[in-house]
């Protein structure tokens, strides 16, 4: 966690020891686990937070990829409103390039493989349907890797995530 308390990444358990013994973050909890040296036991850290609060969005805005967009439209096609996993999404733009269209934040959304294929080419007027949100380039988008890789959250960390917003 940064130093607001605002989760960053999931680091492994040998980085999170060596972060802890220079000193450079505060454990906030603790695994049942132990770690050995030869010569010490170690409880295992469960949760960091770090002295210093880092910047980590960057001065360079967020990225305009497939991932990102459907990160930023919460997985959730902007036509029919249904929640879709990503083998299953498109990306649409609003304005068609066809059209005179371009490939910015401002002019894309996620849809569904049937919303996209209906809309086609068509202008929105055209297709009768606006985008449940308007698309803007987000600021930051959160962390995620928790959100793809397990459903199984430790207890530890419970208390310093928000689970609704991660979608369980």
């Not at 989760?7 to 000193?23: F, T, V, Y």
């Not at 469960?46 to 880092?54: C, E, R």
């Not at 036509?79 to 649409?92: G, P, Q, R, V």
Request: proline share 5%; glycine share 4%.
């Amino acid at each position: 966690m940064n130093a607001s308390y605002e989760p960053i990444k999931i680091i492994h358990w040998q980085k999170a020891i060596l972060l802890w013994l220079q000193e450079r973050v505060e454990v906030l909890d603790f695994h049942s686990a132990q770690v050995r040296s030869i010569s010490k036991s170690y409880p295992l850290p469960a949760v960091l937070k770090l002295k210093k609060y880092i910047n980590v969005r960057g001065n360079n805005g967020v990225r305009l990829t497939r991932q990102n967009i459907f990160i930023r439209d919460n997985f959730q096609c902007q036509y029919c409103h249904e929640f879709f996993s990503k083998k299953d999404l498109t990306i649409d733009h609003v304005h068609p390039i066809s059209k005179g269209g371009l490939h910015i934040w401002e002019n894309v959304v996620t849809a569904c493989n049937k919303c996209n294929n209906k809309k086609g080419s068509k202008l929105l007027t055209e297709f009768g349907k606006i985008p449940l949100n308007k698309p803007e380039e987000p600021k930051w988008l959160p962390q995620t890797e928790l959100k793809y890789k397990s459903k199984r959250v430790p207890e530890a960390w419970k208390q310093y995530l928000d689970l609704e917003e991660l979608g369980w």
